[in-house]
């Protein structure tokens, strides 16, 4: 059920993939318009060769009837005189029976549009059809007779099929017998190479849609693909986000606590015991006191006022390590110089602090994490470096702030040596992290071979300067 919420209420990583396959979607619909338009354009190009090329064999074919009967009583007309009427009737008798396959014949109409012949069509006989079109409008019989006049050719107009009376479209050759003043010819219906190149046509157009339908359905099983891929991974990467948060979370409450019990065991074996000798002290010397010996008093007195200076002073250092106020008042360059002053006199190893003088121009988030970074960096140094000497470096520039801690200690092992190893490294990578910033750190195995932990901070966490002079640099060592 969740992941068919998470499917139907996609969040905004999903809606980004989504917004990104838009592209691909108009890309692919091109694509398949462009295929099916130039599939369309090579069909109709073939379609229309072919019909050329039927109609043609068709013209070449009625030429040739047209020869052959010519050819057939041109000893009639050849001898005969141009009022000879027997020879006339002769001739029409013989083309009224020059009938061939289910529709074809041979007509004759005079130069004055009178039907001499038609064997199919016997009621158009001895009738004149002058001004006669078809159902288009295109002339026919006059057509016929100008065509004959100038010697032979084609005519495609609309006829009645003498087999079921209904217009089909007609193609007719027709020649002249000058002498008669007859207009001679014969035609063929062409309803089947329409019907051919109809039916070719629609075949092009389903396989044309065919194709579209072929591209669209590979593209949306690809966007598909695409999509539920990029559900799963975001899903698993969710997860991930979520145990890693929660680890995270697991993590600041243990960093919490620790720093808790920490804080604790300072005050129960610090301070605490310090007041108890405070209050030891104060007790002594008012039963002192109370004996009437005052000089007694006065020791336990010291002892219980140097007690409590000491108390104030561990106060001071356990309220400089929760939050050092030199960091607030002073800027991050003299927070680190208290922080390697005081490192130096707890631990006695050399340490050296040199800066650039910020003029505090890092932000607040930055000082502090920096602050933090180094005091981390220092805490695992005095335990498991073992090192002789310390520096640290910090720096501005024009792509943002460098800070650099170098120890000549023994070194990280080599499973340890990437960010994130131990607890303190990955404090530190996170911290660094929340900033957009690097954290390097080189280190090698060894005595002597020391560890260098490089953090760099970009530019944008530098706040505009105040004053446009060149900065001043300053070396602290101790």
Do not use: C
Request: aromatic share 8%.
């Amino acid at each position: 059920m969740q992941w068919l919420r998470t499917l139907f209420r996609p969040n905004y990583a999903q809606k980004l993939s989504l917004l990104a396959t838009l592209p691909l979607i108009a890309a692919v619909a091109a694509i398949a318009l462009l295929v099916s338009y130039q599939s369309r354009r090579l069909a109709e190009r073939e379609i229309a060769q072919l019909e050329h090329e039927l109609i043609e064999a068709k013209k070449a074919e009625l030429r040739n009837y047209v020869t052959q009967a010519r050819n057939g009583f041109y000893f009639i007309y050849g001898s005969a005189a141009p009022d000879d009427q027997e020879a006339k009737d002769q001739v029409a008798q013989i083309l009224s029976a020059m009938i061939f396959g289910d529709e074809g014949f041979f007509f004759v109409y005079d130069y004055d549009g009178n039907n001499l012949v038609s064997p199919r069509q016997t009621d158009m006989i001895n009738r004149n059809w002058i001004g006669l079109s078809d159902s288009e409008g295109t002339p026919v019989v006059d057509e016929l007779i100008r065509i004959a006049r100038q010697g032979a050719g084609y005519h495609t107009y609309l006829w009645p099929k003498p087999s079921t009376g209904e217009e089909a479209r007609m193609i007719t050759y027709v020649t002249s017998f000058p002498s008669w003043r007859w207009a001679v010819g014969t035609g063929v219906f062409i309803d089947d190479v329409l019907a051919s190149v109809a039916a070719a046509r629609a075949q092009v157009e389903n396989r044309a849609r065919r194709t579209f339908y072929y591209i669209g359905g590979i593209a949306l099983i690809a966007l598909l693909v695409v999509f539920l891929s990029g559900m799963v991974i975001n899903i698993r990467e969710r997860r991930l986000a979520d145990a890693k948060l929660k680890e995270l979370t697991q993590r600041v409450f243990d960093a919490q606590e620790e720093e808790r019990g920490r804080v604790a065991r300072e005050l129960h074996d610090g301070i605490s015991q310090i007041l108890v000798g405070v209050r030891y002290a104060l007790d002594n010397a008012r039963r002192r006191l109370m004996r009437g010996d005052g000089d007694g008093a006065a020791a336990p007195l010291e002892k219980g006022l140097d007690n409590l200076s000491t108390a104030i002073t561990e106060v001071r250092r356990i309220s400089r390590d929760l939050r050092p106020g030199v960091l607030d008042d002073l800027g991050l360059g003299p927070a680190l110089k208290a922080l390697t002053d005081d490192f130096r006199e707890r631990t006695g190893i050399e340490t050296g602090f040199s800066t650039v003088v910020f003029r505090n121009r890092l932000d607040q988030d930055s000082k502090i994490a920096l602050y933090r970074i180094a005091q981390e960096a220092l805490t695992n140094i005095e335990r498991h470096a073992g090192a002789t000497r310390v520096s640290i470096d910090l720096r501005g520039h024009k792509k943002g702030a460098t800070m650099r801690i170098t120890d000549n200690g023994k070194g990280l092992p080599a499973d340890t040596a990437s960010p994130g190893a131990g607890l303190g490294l990955r404090n530190m990578q996170e911290r660094i992290e929340q900033l957009d910033g690097t954290l390097r750190i080189l280190s090698s195995r060894g005595p002597g071979s020391g560890t260098v932990i490089e953090i760099d901070l970009p530019l944008s966490h530098l706040l505009p300067p105040e004053d446009e002079g060149a900065p001043k640099r300053r070396s602290v060592n101790t």
